[in-house]
């Protein structure tokens, strides 16, 4: 039988990235991320808002420039695998946890913008909209093809 693993994710990292080196030399850098859910409760017919917290985990080069490059608060899209984890702790109780692998993580916003402008709200930042010369008129949604 056939298997897929695959992961799509567009979240905010919730802690700086942790990086390490295995003895082996190879770069291992993990941080967590938090995925909001905008949805209206079916009762009450107000807005609420769901966050799931999900760890994870960057090897080799990509872990590297992750700790680079990324932040608290910044946002950022990645695709990754699922990774099932069991362990036993000293007093003998069998833990498991379940993370995903990064496998490409793309950077959204800017450094210098704490990551405002890679919200996924569906507004755009002053500074998107903003033309880049004063001789430029302002983009409108009319001008927007789509």
Same mark, same amino acid.
Request: aromatic share 8%; net charge negative; with cysteine.
């Given at each position: 039988?056939?298997?897929? *693993? ?5 979240? +905010?990292?919730? %802690? !700086? =990235? ?7 030399? @190879?770069?291992? @850098? ?5 995925? +909001?859910?905008?949805? @209206?409760? %079916? #009762? ?10 999900? !760890?994870?985990?960057? $090897? ?6 992750? *700790? ?14 699922? *990774?099932? *984890?069991? $362990?036993?702790? !000293?007093?003998? #109780?069998? &833990? ?7 496998? &490409?993580? #793309?950077?959204?916003?800017? %450094? ?8 996924? !709200?569906? #507004? ?20 927007? =093809?789509?």
């Amino acid at each position: 039988m056939a298997s897929y *693993n695959k992961v799509i994710l567009m979240g +905010n990292l919730t %802690r !700086d =990235p942790e990086l390490k080196y295995l003895p082996s030399g @190879t770069a291992m @850098t993990k941080f967590g991320l938090a995925v +909001n859910r905008v949805y @209206t409760d %079916r #009762q009450s017919g107000e807005k609420k808002e769901d966050v799931c917290f999900v !760890d994870i985990t960057a $090897w080799g080069r990509e872990a590297e420039v992750c *700790n680079e490059f990324l932040s608290k608060g910044r946002p950022v899209f990645l695709e990754g695998r699922l *990774n099932f *984890n069991s $362990w036993e702790t !000293d007093d003998g #109780q069998r &833990r498991s946890k379940l993370d995903v692998v990064a496998e &490409r993580v #793309q950077f959204l916003g800017s %450094r210098q913008d704490g990551g405002e402008a890679g919200a996924t !709200d569906g #507004q755009s930042s002053p500074s998107a909209s903003a033309p880049s010369s004063s001789d430029e008129p302002p983009i409108t949604d009319d001008d927007i =093809p789509f």
